[in-house]
């Protein structure tokens, strides 16, 4: 997959894509209806995604709470491993931010990209202001030789399809309702990062992931599948993770430990890719070091016992 950050310096082979238009937050089954359409709309075209970095949403709010499902680097594979060739992944500024409905139409999409087709979601708004609807879209397409097709929003089993309601799930500890949504189990992906080494104390030995940037899960203990990206030890686990602020020892930023089962080597600055499956429990304050061990032998236990079925 060939990735393209500026619109106004584009190598002709990668001009005349049939894209899918959006944010791509999860990649869920949503995003991935539109890329099949956009797949199908011009089969001879490149496939593409026209997306952008940094979000608007952080771009517009910086201060506002972490909300991404993905980080732009899980996002990229998730995107290859659905056959997408061009990831016009654009940068998100001022001058970008400034363009009108009309300006956007005819510099990025007609002139800059030369998008053979676009596909965009019923509630897709674009330019300045987000002045610009789709029925804008399919007039300035119509104007300017680009074809486009507007998708129905998709509907699931517990309604719409949507980031805010997959967000929504895992804030309640629902990571299977989540998964349901986004056609895969939700995953959190990172490079093992050093840690206070409590874990291989207590005979539990972690591997630590940052979680800033993401929108946090419900703090507590989720049996997880494990997958070792790169490194001598890449391929396929089960285990046990443990995502909060660690009370029993007074911890004060949040993260994501896991310790996986059956497993013995280093992994720090590894690439890791956690799945969550089922939430266990809460975070708890242990009155006793001897107590948390127990209770972490109780959640291993369980978490064996549903990672034997999923």
Known sequence: MRIIRDYQYVAPDDRGASVAIGNFDGVHLGHQ????????????????????EPHPREYFAPQSPPFRLMRRTARTSRLEKLGVERLYELNFNAALASLSPEEFASRVIRDGLGLQHVVVGSDFC???????????????????????????????TGGQVSSTAIRQALSEGRPRDAAAQ???WHRIEGQVIGGEQRGRVLGYPTANMSIDGLH?????????????????HAGLYHGAASIGVRPMFNGEKPNLETFIFDFSGDLYGATLSIGLVDYLRGEEKFESLDALIAQMDRDCKRAREILAEA
């Open 33 to 52: 209806a539109v890329i099949r359409m956009a797949r199908d709309a011009a089969p001879d075209a490149p496939l593409g995604v026209l997306t952008f």
């Open 126 to 156: 674009f330019g300045k202001g987000r002045s610009g609807n789709v029925e804008d879209l399919q007039r300035f397409g119509r104007e300017m030789g680009f074809g486009v097709t507007v998708a129905k929003l998709l509907e699931g």
């Open 182 to 184: 986004l056609g895969h």
């Open 216 to 232: 946090p899960p419900k703090f507590g203990v989720y049996a997880v599948l494990v997958d070792i990206v790169d490194g001598p």
